[in-house]
């Protein structure tokens, strides 16, 4: 390894009500992991600057070591933490610190709010919503669809004349 001072990898985090996903965006051949109950640990060069990585993330919330993986795909390290309050809210954050690190960024593509998670295990029939509510055709009865032919025509609906 270099004997360069050590700079923190770019990380993205996401999460899930039983999980946290990191993604360290460093493309090393043979880092150094530590996932502990209340932390990860990561040291990696980089190539093909040969820069020396590493960080020490104290996470907001307990996981369990033995139920997290990471996997290394060359251009980044994934890892999946597991939640150990998996019944309790999200984190608002991913580390203990009031204050954003600078190499910390969302994962926008594996990210989902609370309620998302909600809104996938009910999701809603739009039909059926309409026939609790009582739709339009009164309630415990099937709505009908409108029908919008009786609508007359504005001005704005005619043709209007070729460009020139």
């Known amino acids: 390894m270099s004997s360069e001072i050590s700079v923190p990898p ?12 990191l993604t360290f965006s460093v493309e090393t051949k043979d880092p150094t992991i530590k996932i502990e109950k209340d932390s ?6 980089g190539a093909p600057d040969n820069r020396l990585h590493e960080v020490t993330i104290a996470l907001y919330d307990t996981v369990l070591p033995e139920k997290s993986v990471f996997v290394n795909k060359g251009r980044c390290v994934e890892m ?3 939640k ?3 019944d309790g809210p999200f984190w608002p954050t991913l580390t203990k610190d009031k204050k954003k690190p600078h190499y910390l960024k969302i994962d ?12 996938e295990n009910n999701s ?3 039909e059926q919503m309409l026939q609790n509510f009582g739709g339009a055709g009164g309630p415990g009865q099937k709505a009908e669809k409108p029908s ?9 609906d005619e043709n ?5």
């Open 10 to 21: 770019p990380v993205l985090w996401a999460q899930r009500k039983e999980d946290v996903f």
């Open 40 to 45: 990860v640990y990561f040291r990696g060069e």
């Open 80 to 82: 999946i933490l597991r």
């Open 84 to 86: 150990e309050k998996t």
């Open 108 to 119: 926008f593509n594996k990210w989902n709010d609370e309620d998302d998670e909600v809104e």
């Open 124 to 126: 809603y029939d739009f």
């Open 148 to 156: 919008f032919d009786d609508l007359e025509t504005d001005s704005d």
């Open 160 to 164: 209007l004349p070729d460009l020139e």
